[in-house]
């Protein structure tokens, strides 16, 4: 290859990711400071040693694995269980300053799904804004304790 042709390729790369550069700086898509390029990220709720309950970065609410009131899983069902995880998700995202109908993710796990899946969507149902469904994956999985029968993890946005 000519030498000319490199260096021109070279300058024109350099020019043009300056121009971007400096137009993203502009409309206020980039900064130079790096926190504002990675955005704060404030923890909520965070007495337990593991995790924070709450992350809100870049304006997503992220809320941890919820699951039922420990005191009274014992002898509870999927619909008993899955309203109780689901109002401690609305606790979490009062807390963070939004609510279901800015969810954008679901992620659920149930002990036994054969026995459970219906009856847990039918509470899900219930609970979820038919206007503001959010996308949603539901596995079966092992539960760090024996009578725990669903754990729910959300994403969701702050409103605007």
């Keep these: 290859m000519d030498s000319k042709c490199v260096a021109s390729g070279l300058l024109g790369g350099l020019i043009g990711g300056a121009v971007v550069a400096l137009l993203l700086t502009r409309k206020g898509g ?3 400071s790096s926190s504002a390029l990675r955005g704060d990220i404030k923890r ?4 337990d040693p593991r995790m924070s309950k709450i992350v809100v970065h870049n304006g997503y609410v992220h809320i941890s694995g919820q ?3 420990l005191e009274q899983l014992a002898g509870s069902d999927i619909a008993a269980q899955t309203r109780q995880t689901l109002a401690k998700v ?9 609510d279901r109908k800015h969810l954008l993710e679901g992620r659920i796990w149930v002990k036994d799904i054969a026995r459970d899946f219906a009856a847990m969507n039918a509470v899900w149902n219930d609970w979820i804004d038919s206007e503001a469904k959010p996308t949603r994956f539901c596995v079966q999985s092992e539960m760090a304790k024996p009578e725990i029968l669903v754990e729910v993890q959300v994403l969701a946005v702050l409103p605007e």
């Design 30 to 32: 980039l900064s130079s």
């Design 44 to 47: 909520i709720l965070t007495a």
């Design 67 to 69: 699951v039922g009131d």
């Design 90 to 98: 609305d606790e979490l995202l009062a807390a963070a300053g939004t």
